[in-house]
């Protein structure tokens, strides 16, 4: 199963490594919320839950990116700190949310406020 697939069988998050994952996922689906995280960063782990709220709550097809597996992600969306939320509608990137750890309501509301 590729990430694509399991990104539409579950209301969980799905794990991508590539900017061409990245490509694939944002061209497959109408909206997609994308956390940007590494390994060992606290606020990263526990935003992780509420993105699976975020996930159940809305329409969105969330995924996860560790920019160490694929350094262009970084570069190409200038990220600074992590967690970054990037949400992309109809392939387009529309907004980000870089203020540390969030809330699942916040990530809601950051999500619904460009429908």
């Known amino acids: 199963m ?3 697939e399991s990104a539409t069988a579950t209301t969980k998050p799905v794990r991508i490594d590539t900017a061409e994952e990245l490509d694939a996922l944002v061209a497959e689906h109408d909206r997609v919320l994308l956390d940007i995280y590494t ?3 606290t606020l990263c782990q526990s935003i992780e839950p509420v993105l699976g709220n975020v996930a159940k709550a809305t329409d969105v097809v969330v995924a996860m990116l560790n920019p160490q597996t694929d350094m262009s992600v970084a570069e ?3 990220i600074r700190s ?3 939320l990037l949400l992309f509608e109809d392939g387009d990137l529309v907004d980000r949310l870089a203020d540390g ?10 999500v619904e406020k460009e429908r």
Request: proline share 5%; glycine share 10%; net charge positive.
């Open 101 to 110: 750890f969030q809330g699942a309501q916040a990530v809601v509301d950051f």
């Open 2 to 4: 590729s990430s694509t």
């Open 76 to 78: 190409r969306y200038t």
């Open 39 to 41: 390994k060992g960063c």
């Open 82 to 84: 992590v967690p970054t």
